[in-house]
């Protein structure tokens, strides 16, 4: 639920936290959620705390690596101001409204992409195979702190700098200079990869690739916060090496799925390129509907210099996809 107010008395004994769904106050007792100059908070709380309520209630700052944590002010800003210049620790946390409800398409706190992914192990991992014999599956990222070889988060943020360089699909310019912060975009909610089960060739016919190699990457979140959450969006990679072999199908097919089963109404991207034309192909075909144009949209590479490119919006009622649906 959307928290609307935030009062917090005199005495700090209590926490008021109000749901304009229920109109109930949420009571969070400060013997045993909050204490205040009685120990010291990680950052992750604070940041956790933070997230539990819409930006404009809570300001944090400065928060970084190099910032120890007993310097850390917080401060309620609306509607009213506390600072406090003592250290608010924070030792346990427990709210009732998700705190990833708030996430937008383009921000995050960072996760490991497995949000409710108990509703999908029914299908997840997905295996099948490839146009040309390659068997490959659709799971969630592998995490391996103590390898980075093995861990498929450094694979996952490679190809999206990847794209962002190439510069004609997505509309970010600055590349991800940490793990931390591609996660925080790409891993707030669900998200997959597309892993090779066996070695083979990549679409050129020319270079192998081995098992276990990411062909391709894609998540699935909420497009915009609060009451239109259950509008979902999706971001899709195929490593250049492996397009054409049917990688961006396998995803789109996934997607559709997935997002229905965990709880999506309807789907909506909000920039597919014109110049994009094995996109834009795709999600039609897979029934997608034109819904919007916008003109005059992107400054994509490989346009003229003054060319601006147009994004399309495309939609997906998931209400209506058949329950039995996975086309392969």
């Known amino acids: 639920s959307t928290l609307n107010h935030f009062s917090h008395n005199t005495n700090h004994s209590m926490i008021l936290l109000r749901s304009s769904k229920v109109h109930q106050p949420l009571q969070l007792r400060a013997r045993q959620y909050v204490n205040v100059a009685t120990s010291m908070p990680t950052v992750a709380q604070l940041h956790h705390f933070a997230q539990i309520l819409r930006p404009e209630h809570v300001a944090m700052g400065p928060v970084s690596p190099q910032v120890k944590p007993e310097s850390v002010i917080m401060s309620m800003v609306h509607p009213f101001t506390m600072t406090t210049s003592t250290t608010a620790a924070i030792s346990k946390i427990k709210c009732t409204a998700p705190r990833r409800s708030f996430t937008t398409a383009y921000q995050g706190t960072p996760g490991d992409g497995k949000h409710n992914h108990r509703l999908l192990t029914h299908i997840i991992p997905h295996k099948t195979t490839l146009k040309d014999g390659r068997h490959v599956e659709v799971d969630f990222f592998r995490h391996s702190p103590t390898d980075t070889e093995e861990d498929e988060y450094f694979a996952g943020m490679a190809l999206m700098n990847l794209v962002i360089r190439e510069g004609r699909s997505w509309p970010f310019e600055e590349e991800f200079t940490s793990v931390e912060d591609w996660s925080g975009y790409f891993l707030s909610h669900t998200a997959f990869v597309v892993r090779a089960l066996d070695n083979g060739m990549d679409a050129a016919r020319r270079n192998s690739s081995s098992q276990g190699e ?81 003109e005059n949209a992107a400054r994509l590479e490989g346009l003229g210099e003054d060319e601006l490119d147009t994004a399309y919006g495309y939609r997906y009622d998931l209400e209506k996809l058949p329950e039995d649906y996975l086309v392969l």
């Open 214 to 294: 990411i062909l391709g990457c894609f998540y699935i979140k909420p497009n915009f916060p609060g009451r239109c959450s259950h509008v979902c969006n999706g971001g899709f990679i195929t490593a250049p090496r492996f397009r054409g072999l049917g990688v961006g199908r396998l995803m789109g097919n996934v997607f559709l799925r997935a997002a229905r089963d965990l709880g999506y109404k309807s789907s909506y991207f909000n920039l597919v390129f014109k110049s994009n034309h094995g996109s834009v192909y795709l999600w039609e075909s897979l029934g997608f509907q034109r819904v919007a144009t916008l």
